[in-house]
């Protein structure tokens, strides 16, 4: 489901927005329509910037998401988004941060335990980006027991802790920007694609976009 959402907003960002950059900040590994697959179909001279660092992850996406277009460019940054302005200065190398870049988080700040430093990276990476830009983030939600429960057994477990937040601490993230239709929403009712809509799922995102 959180990669139907990565397709569509992509989609809509480079086809209705005309956004032809994207820093695709966490990754992960490779799956099917990656951004610069999704954005370079509709733009062919499309720029996108992964940035992970796991390098497992780095070797999957160097040897996998290679350009599907001769005019576009795709690259790989070796960062941590704790460090933004790392990622922002190697991401200087590819992206023209004189014109509007997509910034994306995919599901991958609830690892940030802290909800302050958690808007601090978005804020930062935002800040470095021009008027136009837009920030495309969703996370896991607090919004059912299950997700809960699974949350906690999670952490039980030993694995690295994934932190459910709020959908009123997810606006937060969005403070500052305007958020297009239909604004933070669970991620299969974000634009859904066909008249069958999806089940709902504990996880909310948006795309907003920088006055």
């Known amino acids: 489901m959180p990669g139907t959402y990565d397709i569509r907003a992509v ?6 927005a005309g956004i032809s950059q994207f820093l695709d900040i ?7 329509q990656n951004t610069h ?8 001279s ?14 999957h996406a160097r040897a996998l998401l290679r350009n599907t277009s001769p005019e576009g460019v795709t690259a790989y940054v070796d960062g941590d988004y704790h460090e933004p302005e790392l990622i922002i200065s190697q991401a200087r190398k590819v992206l023209d941060f ?18 302050e430093v958690m808007r601090s990276i978005i804020d930062r990476v935002m800040q470095a980006v021009p008027s136009g830009s837009y920030l495309v983030l969703w996370d896991g939600t607090a919004t059912g027991e299950a997700v809960a429960e699974g949350s906690d057994k999670l952490a ?3 694995a690295v802790p994934y932190y459910l937040r709020s959908v ?7 403070g500052g920007l305007h958020l297009v239709e239909p604004g933070l929403a669970p991620i299969t009712q974000w634009r859904p694609e066909g008249e069958e ?6 996880a909310y995102g948006g795309v907003a976009r920088k006055p």
């Open 26 to 32: 966490g990754t992960g590994l490779p799956t099917m």
């Open 98 to 115: 004189t014109r509007p870049i997509a910034v994306m988080f995919m599901g991958v700040l609830g690892y940030v335990h802290d909800l």
């Open 156 to 158: 039980e477990s030993g």
């Open 168 to 174: 009123e601490e997810l606006a937060e993230c969005f």
């Open 46 to 59: 499309a720029r996108i910037v992964y940035v992970d660092n796991d390098p497992l992850v780095l070797v």
């Open 37 to 44: 697959e999704v954005a370079q179909a509709i733009d062919p």
């Open 11 to 16: 989609r809509h960002l480079a086809a209705e």
């Open 197 to 202: 809509e999806a089940p709902f799922i504990d």
